[in-house]
């Protein structure tokens, strides 16, 4: 199998890039645009984005748990400032921040 290789390490500031394609995407609108962690490495897995339209999924893609600050994903957040948000997001939706 074919895999992309690893990008970020734990620790690394990145941005989500902005785009809304065709068809079916894994990557909420709400962190678009939003940069944030790298907290954690899922592993490599298939893209689910060429599954979805019956594709092969290849070639892997590597998926990170980033961590965003909720008072940076939404305005006007009310709570206090060290609550965070984890979202696993793969690479090809990451750019450095």
């Given at each position: 199998m074919i895999a992309v290789s690893l990008q970020y390490r734990v620790g690394?500031?990145?941005?989500v890039r902005v785009g809304s394609p065709p068809g079916h995407f894994r990557t909420p609108a709400?962190?678009?645009?939003?940069?944030?962690?790298?907290?954690?490495?899922?592993?490599?897995f298939r893209n689910p984005?060429?599954?979805?339209h019956g594709g092969d999924g290849?070639?892997?893609q590597p998926l990170y748990r980033i961590e965003f600050y909720?008072?940076?994903?939404?305005?006007?957040?009310?709570?206090?400032?060290?609550?965070?948000?984890?979202?696993?997001?793969?690479?090809?939706?990451?750019?450095?921040?």
């Open positions: 690394d500031r990145v941005r709400y962190i678009q645009g939003k940069a944030g962690r790298v907290e954690g490495v899922c592993g490599t984005e060429s599954l979805a290849m070639p892997q909720q008072a940076d994903l939404w305005d006007g957040y009310s709570g206090p400032a060290s609550d965070k948000l984890l979202v696993d997001v793969y690479q090809h939706w990451l750019e450095p921040a």
